[in-house]
């Protein structure tokens, strides 16, 4: 069965500094991957996709993420974060011939001053 | 512009009763979704609906119910057989490609007094 792990609860980064965001699936084959951020009380936006290609992607706000085959993972990645990252963020997996995406249980980014 | 609509943004409900959550979209997309997120589990899938007069049991239907009527619209039912209806709700849409993302509404909050 499909799943997604976000090893990390929640993060915490001081503004300005580099964040990575983990993200491990599991599926047979290459899944459709997705990366979403959702501020309080909000629906979720999504940040980027990968579904084949060039395995770093680029997404909205700065954001980009890595597939790694060989290690099932899809992090999520930004050079230098700033206050209003704070959100939280979702992993998404979709299989290529279905309807249904499996969301992680996400993490929690807090940005310092 | 083109969104989803969901309303009302915050519910109450007295146990034992049902209510009906308002979801609306003007994208013209074909498959539409209801997501319960509570805090630490992400968003577990409830129905979706691929076309109209069609939908499908996610994970966790168990005491609530959909309709299709229109392509533009998706409300759900809570009814009294969920017995734990308390919950952010978070209706989803997406067009016919596996390829794409979701576009989200912005929640609705139901909470049982």
């Known amino acids: 069965a499909q799943s997604v792990t976000q090893p990390d609860i929640h993060i915490t980064v001081s503004e300005g500094a580099s964040l990575e965001l983990r993200c491990n699936y599991s599926?047979?084959?290459?899944?459709?991957l997705f990366w979403y951020v959702q501020s309080p009380g909000q629906g979720l936006q999504l940040l980027l996709k990968?579904?084949?290609?060039?395995?770093l992607v680029q997404g909205i706000k700065g954001f980009e993420a890595e597939f790694k085959r060989s290690q099932s993972s899809f992090n999520l990645r930004k050079p230098s974060v700033h206050w209003s990252d704070a959100a939280e963020y979702f992993c998404?997996?979709?299989?290529?011939?279905?309807?249904?995406?499996?969301f992680g249980a996400g993490t929690r980014l807090f940005v310092k001053a | 512009d083109g969104g989803i609509t969901q309303s009302p943004k915050y519910l109450f409900r007295k146990e034992g009763q049902n209510v009906t959550l308002s979801c609306e979209q003007n994208?013209?997309?074909?498959?539409m979704y209801w997501y319960r997120q509570d805090p630490g589990q992400g968003l577990r899938l409830i129905y979706y609906?691929?076309?109209?007069?069609?939908?499908q049991k996610g994970d966790i239907a168990e005491g609530y119910s959909v309709s299709r009527e229109k392509k533009e619209s998706f409300p759900l039912t809570v009814t009294s057989a969920q017995k734990n209806p308390t919950a952010f709700y978070l209706c989803?849409?997406?067009?016919?490609?596996?390829?794409?993302?979701?576009?989200f509404g912005s929640g609705t909050r139901l909470t049982v007094v």
């Open positions: 994208l013209n997309h074909d498959a």
């Open positions: 989803a849409s997406s067009s016919g490609t596996t390829k794409v993302g979701y576009t």
């Open positions: 599926y047979g084959a290459t899944p459709y």
């Open positions: 990968y579904f084949s290609g060039d395995t």
């Open positions: 609906s691929q076309i109209v007069n069609d939908f």
């Open positions: 998404a997996v979709r299989n290529t011939g279905g309807f249904k995406t499996i």
